[in-house]
Nanobody
Framework: QVQLVESGGGSVQTGGSLRLSCTAS????????MGWFRQAPGKEREGVAA???????RYAESVKGRFTISRDTGKNTMSLQMMDLRPEDTAMYYC???????????????????WGQGTQVTVST
């Protein structure tokens, strides 16, 4: 049974940093493409960043230069380092994985098979 568990969310002020983690069980990370999504109240879920099984990283324009996605296959853990946080980054953040995903569609929810329960990030002014 595949399970993804996010952690690391919290409340910070504008300009602050947070590091989210996603720990997986029931699968071998090195065979999966992974992504981080977020959903703010009243908005659709959007792709934030993705890490392909070959290590290629992709980011939404809104977070480029501020967020960094990484993975530790030995620990079956994926991370999202978030810096220079802004109020518009406030959302529930989710990790997701898919095997043999379409890199061109990394930002689409339907590409992913398994999802975590989410961790809340709140950025205040």
């Amino acid at each position: 049974q595949v399970q993804l568990v996010e952690s690391g969310g919290g409340s910070v002020q504008t300009g602050g940093s947070l590091r989210l983690s996603c720990t997986a069980s029931g699968l071998s990370f090195e065979q999966y493409d992974m992504g981080w999504f977020r959903q703010a109240p009243g908005k659709e879920r959007e792709g934030v960043a993705a890490s392909a099984f070959d290590g290629a990283a992709r980011y939404a324009e809104s977070v480029k230069g501020r967020f960094t996605i990484s993975r530790d296959t030995g620990k079956n853990t994926m991370s999202l380092q978030m810096m220079d946080l802004r109020p518009e980054d406030t959302a529930m953040y989710y990790c997701a994985v898919v095997r043999n995903g379409n890199p061109g569609q990394w930002y689409e929810e339907y590409e992913y098979n398994y999802w975590g329960q989410g961790t809340q990030v709140t950025v205040s002014t």
